[in-house]
């Protein structure tokens, strides 16, 4: 399946990249495949708090709509605009360019209690 | 769970299989979208052989179908179909069905998940007439393949003529061996055909057409349930389950063309008085703004109140927009009137549009 091990991974399909404070966050490709289409993502705005284990948007897709859950707790620092007008890109490239929220994060080590890669890989039966 | 024999076949393209109405059918291929686009531009070949196939015989066939159909179905000449609701004694709707008049017989086409109800249903009326009733579904394959390509493509792979069958028509045959029905018909809006054949030929056909084509040549390729269902909803065309339920009457949900008022059938006079009231809801077409999806449940609003609810909604991949069918209470139908609908927890300005959001160039 090829599930990138930089990162880490909440049950619940999203993956959490670390880069000093910041966190970016998106979702699975395993994930994106079983929504198929994806039509529109609800982001929080820049600034929000968010906290771990709390919705942080939603994602649809012409099949359903479904929470999007974040792993961590912070601040909103950067949303991805391009998936206004292009949420397919979540489709065609999901560990990529269709990342979700960048969040710069109260406490780094919250990530060490996500899913590893391999724990991921796992559970979707890699 | 029900398999169609062309299940091997689904998992060898890699289809993504659901349970659809007790049926494990293939709901996508490649990609919903990209289904969509491919047979309002080419051609696609769908699996219908999960829809129930009821085959009448017997000299009192047409009276028992006259006598469960909204529709005339006596007006039918040999080698014509005709859409019809079947409804119980308070006009709301057990299936929508289509109804084909052969030399020797009668073929009524139902929806998968109404199959038990509806063989049950006919059976009841079936009584005291000399009828034999055959549900023939697990014994056949029906294909659906539609698209503006269709007909030359399908020209090019069946020595089959069709070319002459007009929309509503149908032809029937042999081939290797094996007796087929083909119908100039379909439920995504195209021109198309829909096709019944044994079950063994049924494969082989699939495969034929399927074939791939040298080169750049356009080429018939699968399409699964998802996109057969925003085909039908940018097509305005109801669905079972959705627009269509026992609570609901045929003049209500748009459907009063295939109705006739003045023969005798299972539910005519709860329809004449609903005719002469006026139903008190009406299918409409919705235009969201944005991109949000409209799903069935979905409450319409207007002037602080609701006022209707959603049945189907889907991002248009033809119009780029948000589209919706809903039931909305009669004064506010009329098209181009501001409304609102209210999605999770937002809401989303909507207009009032006729159906259907996509038609053809002819």
Same mark, same amino acid.
């Given at each position: 399946m090829g599930v990138p091990n930089d990162r880490r991974y909440l049950k619940s399909h999203e993956w959490h990249k670390l880069d000093g404070k910041i966190c970016t966050i998106g979702i699975t490709k395993f994930a994106a495949d079983e929504l198929t289409d994806i039509t529109y993502v609800s982001l929080p705005k820049v600034g929000k708090e968010i906290t771990a284990g709390q919705p942080l948007g939603e994602i649809e897709s012409v099949k359903a709509t479904s929470d999007l859950y974040s792993g961590v707790s912070g601040v909103v %620092?950067? %949303? *991805?605009?391009? =998936? /206004?007008?292009?949420?397919e890109l979540v489709n065609s490239d999901a560990f990529g360019d269709g990342w979700l929220v960048k969040v710069q994060v109260n406490?780094?080590?919250?990530? $060490?209690?996500l899913m590893t890669a391999e724990q991921y890989d796992a559970q979707i039966g890699g | 769970m029900l398999r169609t024999p062309l299940y091997e076949t689904h998992k060898r393209l890699g289809a993504r299989l659901i349970d659809f109405g007790g049926w494990e059918m293939p709901v996508m291929y490649r990609g919903i979208n990209e289904e969509h686009v491919y047979t309002r531009t080419a051609s696609s070949i769908f699996d219908v052989s999960h829809m129930g196939r009821l085959v009448f015989t017997g000299s009192d066939s047409e009276a028992l179908l006259q006598h469960v #159909?909204?529709? *005339? %179905? /006596?007006k039918l000449k040999v080698g014509r179909s005709g859409y019809s609701h079947v409804c119980n004694e308070r006009g709301g709707i057990l299936d929508d069905v289509i109804v084909s008049r052969y030399e020797d017989r009668w073929l009524m086409v139902c929806n998968a998940g109404n199959r038990e109800k509806i063989v049950s249903h006919l059976q009841r009326h079936l009584e005291g007439r000399k009828v034999t009733l055959d549900d023939t579904t697990q014994k056949s394959v029906m294909l659906a393949i539609q698209g503006p390509a269709t007909m030359e493509l399908f020209a090019q792979h069946m020595p089959?003529?069709?070319?002459?069958v007009a929309r509503y028509g149908f032809v029937t045959g042999s081939y290797l061996g094996q007796k087929y029905s083909i119908f100039r018909?379909?439920?995504?809006?195209?021109d198309g055909l829909e096709v019944v054949l044994s079950a063994a030929t049924g494969v082989l056909v699939w495969d034929f057409l399927t074939q791939d084509g040298s080169g750049d040549r356009v080429t018939i390729r699968p399409a699964g349930l998802g996109a057969r269902d925003t085909l039908r909803l940018e097509a305005g065309m109801p669905l079972y389950g959705h627009e269509l339920m026992?609570?609901?009457?045929p003049l209500s949900a748009g #459907?009063?063309? #295939? %109705? $006739? =008022?003045?023969k005798e059938f299972v539910g005519a006079s709860a329809l004449r008085q609903i005719a002469a009231e006026g139903p008190r809801r009406k299918l409409i077409g919705l235009i969201l703004e944005g991109r949000r999806i409209a799903r069935q449940g979905a409450r319409v609003l207007a002037d602080g109140a609701e006022v209707g609810v959603v049945t189907s909604g889907t991002l248009s991949p033809t119009l780029e927009k948000s589209i919706a069918m809903a039931y909305l209470d009669a004064s506010y139908c009329e098209a181009g009137r501001s409304i609102t609908v209210e999605v999770r927890d937002q809401q989303i300005p909507a207009v009032v549009t006729a159906l259907p959001f996509y038609k053809r160039s002819a």
């Amino acid at each position: 399946m090829g599930v990138p091990n930089d990162r880490r991974y909440l049950k619940s399909h999203e993956w959490h990249k670390l880069d000093g404070k910041i966190c970016t966050i998106g979702i699975t490709k395993f994930a994106a495949d079983e929504l198929t289409d994806i039509t529109y993502v609800s982001l929080p705005k820049v600034g929000k708090e968010i906290t771990a284990g709390q919705p942080l948007g939603e994602i649809e897709s012409v099949k359903a709509t479904s929470d999007l859950y974040s792993g961590v707790s912070g601040v909103v %620092v950067e %949303v *991805n605009g391009r =998936l /206004g007008d292009s949420p397919e890109l979540v489709n065609s490239d999901a560990f990529g360019d269709g990342w979700l929220v960048k969040v710069q994060v109260n406490d780094p080590s919250q990530l $060490d209690r996500l899913m590893t890669a391999e724990q991921y890989d796992a559970q979707i039966g890699g | 769970m029900l398999r169609t024999p062309l299940y091997e076949t689904h998992k060898r393209l890699g289809a993504r299989l659901i349970d659809f109405g007790g049926w494990e059918m293939p709901v996508m291929y490649r990609g919903i979208n990209e289904e969509h686009v491919y047979t309002r531009t080419a051609s696609s070949i769908f699996d219908v052989s999960h829809m129930g196939r009821l085959v009448f015989t017997g000299s009192d066939s047409e009276a028992l179908l006259q006598h469960v #159909c909204t529709r *005339n %179905v /006596g007006k039918l000449k040999v080698g014509r179909s005709g859409y019809s609701h079947v409804c119980n004694e308070r006009g709301g709707i057990l299936d929508d069905v289509i109804v084909s008049r052969y030399e020797d017989r009668w073929l009524m086409v139902c929806n998968a998940g109404n199959r038990e109800k509806i063989v049950s249903h006919l059976q009841r009326h079936l009584e005291g007439r000399k009828v034999t009733l055959d549900d023939t579904t697990q014994k056949s394959v029906m294909l659906a393949i539609q698209g503006p390509a269709t007909m030359e493509l399908f020209a090019q792979h069946m020595p089959i003529k069709v070319g002459e069958v007009a929309r509503y028509g149908f032809v029937t045959g042999s081939y290797l061996g094996q007796k087929y029905s083909i119908f100039r018909s379909g439920y995504t809006g195209e021109d198309g055909l829909e096709v019944v054949l044994s079950a063994a030929t049924g494969v082989l056909v699939w495969d034929f057409l399927t074939q791939d084509g040298s080169g750049d040549r356009v080429t018939i390729r699968p399409a699964g349930l998802g996109a057969r269902d925003t085909l039908r909803l940018e097509a305005g065309m109801p669905l079972y389950g959705h627009e269509l339920m026992e609570e609901v009457d045929p003049l209500s949900a748009g #459907c009063g063309w #295939c %109705v $006739d =008022l003045e023969k005798e059938f299972v539910g005519a006079s709860a329809l004449r008085q609903i005719a002469a009231e006026g139903p008190r809801r009406k299918l409409i077409g919705l235009i969201l703004e944005g991109r949000r999806i409209a799903r069935q449940g979905a409450r319409v609003l207007a002037d602080g109140a609701e006022v209707g609810v959603v049945t189907s909604g889907t991002l248009s991949p033809t119009l780029e927009k948000s589209i919706a069918m809903a039931y909305l209470d009669a004064s506010y139908c009329e098209a181009g009137r501001s409304i609102t609908v209210e999605v999770r927890d937002q809401q989303i300005p909507a207009v009032v549009t006729a159906l259907p959001f996509y038609k053809r160039s002819a």
